[in-house]
């Protein structure tokens, strides 16, 4: 007996389209922190670059359901599970709010100093608890890709190695920011504060890039045709 199998692209093409922004977004905030860096107006920068990254880290944690909502197996569901609840990717949302409102407050003139230090301490713990979120993705993908038609192309094998690469990265880059934020919150209403501060946006933004990149090619090379998956 032939079953087909239609799958859209609707969900895929905003996933890889999500990473992308997250990726752009993480560009952003690493020419903002270099801009400041070297010396534009640092305090402004370090809130505007704080809200940036915020709005990135929701994109990707938007971009990472929108692929989850693809899996249809029960046993893929639970790793879907396991990954939104148990590896960190839940608390990407409210931290990327809380940065938002952060950076908001901090441009607005309310202890800029200490709130971008807080911040990229949150950033750097989202980055640390989601580091695997990528790479759980690819493997679910992988298996539910090889139980339904057995292949395995040099794309995929390329995605997973970007996936376990961008993980590595992601984890060091979290806890090097949340180093970073916390001694600049000790060092506050010091020049060395905000530096310390641009210094982690640095890193994260740098980070972002990877992990969104990374996310684009997982979720095209896992990309499915418009119709047919035939399964005998």
Do not use: H, K
């Amino acid at each position: 007996m032939n079953a087909a199998i239609s799958q859209s692209r609707a969900p895929e093409t905003a996933a890889a389209y999500g990473g992308m922004m997250d990726a752009i977004g993480g560009v952003a905030t690493a020419v903002l922190a270099v801009i400041g860096l070297a010396g534009w107006r640092p305090e402004l920068l370090a809130g505007v670059a704080t809200i940036v990254f915020g709005a990135a880290l929701l994109i990707q944690g938007g971009s990472l359901l929108s692929e989850y909502s693809t899996i249809v197996t029960p046993a893929a569901l639970q790793t879907a599970s396991d990954a939104t609840g148990g590896d960190g990717l839940a608390a990407i949302f409210p931290v990327g709010i809380a940065g938002i409102v952060l950076g908001i407050l901090a441009l607005v003139g309310v202890a800029s100093y200490e709130l971008t230090s807080i911040s990229v301490i949150a950033f750097g713990t989202a980055l640390l608890l989601s580091a695997q979120s990528v790479r759980r993705l690819y493997r679910t993908q992988a298996e539910l890709r090889r139980a339904s038609i057995g292949a395995y192309s040099v794309r995929e094998f390329l995605a997973g190695e970007m996936a376990a690469g961008s993980a590595g990265i992601q984890f060091v880059a979290g806890l090097a920011s949340v180093v970073l934020g916390i001694i600049a919150v000790v060092m506050v209403a010091t020049a060395s504060n905000q530096v310390l501060t641009l210094v982690a946006l640095l890193v994260v933004g740098l980070t972002n890039i990877i992990s969104g990149s990374a996310l684009s090619g997982l979720v095209l090379s896992f990309m499915r045709p418009e119709s047919e998956v035939t399964r005998r």
